[in-house]
T-cell receptor, first 115, second 113 residues
Framework: DADVTQTPRNRITKTGKRIMLECSQT?????MYWYRQDPGLGLRLIYY???????NKGEISDGYSVSRQAQAKFSLSLESAIPNQTALYFC??????????????FGPGTRLLVL | GESVGLHLPTLSVQEGDNSIINCAYS??????FIWYKQESGKGPQFIID?????DKRQGQRVTVLLNKTVKHLSLQIAATQPGDSAVYFC????????????FGPGTSLSVIP
């Protein structure tokens, strides 16, 4: 569904290029996340933001940066792309809800290939 | 360290049979667990959740069981259908200084018609 959208859906780039992946959400959630997915490794957290003025590194933030432009927008940048950043990237949102339960809602993903 | 892992990376099931997907977690402080389904070309989607004060929760054709004694979580799918073919992830919510969700590596479920 279109609650969480990501652009572009697919991207091929060359080593050393700067890339920005964008995420927008209409769920009204304060919390947003960027993950990368590699075969056999599941989802790994890159960065997360609990509100517009809050940015936190995840477990694999090296080589990435983020910007939370508004509650609804959270972008991920690769300042100088390298081949091992080839992966599927997901944006997600969540709302703490009752008692801190954290169900996350994911976008459709961006497939990035770095040559 | 903290981890959420799945016992079987792949599972093949005959259509109409029941499926059981298992997950082990290592952090006894986790108090909320979620199962996600990821179909090909799509992002993960919420299936069902369970809190640590429960040991069983049922949804439509799905049941999640939580055994805190052995730190084990399972997802049961009744009468498996071809549309159930997907990768299934378990995730745990760690209540530390910040809310953190850790995902397992995923199990690929294939339904044989």
């Amino acid at each position: 569904d279109a609650d969480v959208t990501q652009t572009p859906r697919n991207r091929i780039t060359k080593t050393g290029k700067r890339i920005m992946l964008e995420c927008s959400q209409t769920k009204g959630h304060d919390r947003m996340y960027w993950y990368r997915q590699d075969p056999g490794l599941g989802l790994r957290l890159i960065y997360y933001s609990f509100d517009v003025k809050d940015i936190n590194k995840g477990e694999i933030s090296d080589g990435y940066s983020v910007s939370r432009q508004a509650q609804a927008k959270f972008s991920l940048s690769l300042e100088s792309a390298i081949p091992n950043q080839t992966a599927l990237y997901f944006c997600a949102t969540s709302d703490p809800g009752l008692a801190g339960a954290e169900t996350q809602y994911f976008g459709p993903g961006t497939r990035l290939l770095v040559l | 360290g903290e981890s959420v892992g799945l016992h079987l990376p792949t599972l093949s099931v005959q259509e109409g049979d029941n499926s059981i997907i298992n997950c082990a977690y290592s952090n006894s402080a986790s108090d909320y667990f979620i199962w996600y389904k990821q179909e090909s070309g799509k992002g993960p989607q919420f299936i069902i959740d369970i809190r640590s004060n429960m040991d069983k929760r049922q949804g439509q054709r799905v049941t999640v069981l939580l055994n805190k004694t052995v730190k084990h979580l399972s997802l049961q799918i009744a009468a498996t259908q071809p549309g159930d073919s997907a990768v299934y992830f378990c995730a745990e919510n760690l209540k530390t200084s910040y809310d953190k969700v850790i995902f397992g590596p995923g199990t690929s479920l294939s339904v044989i018609p």
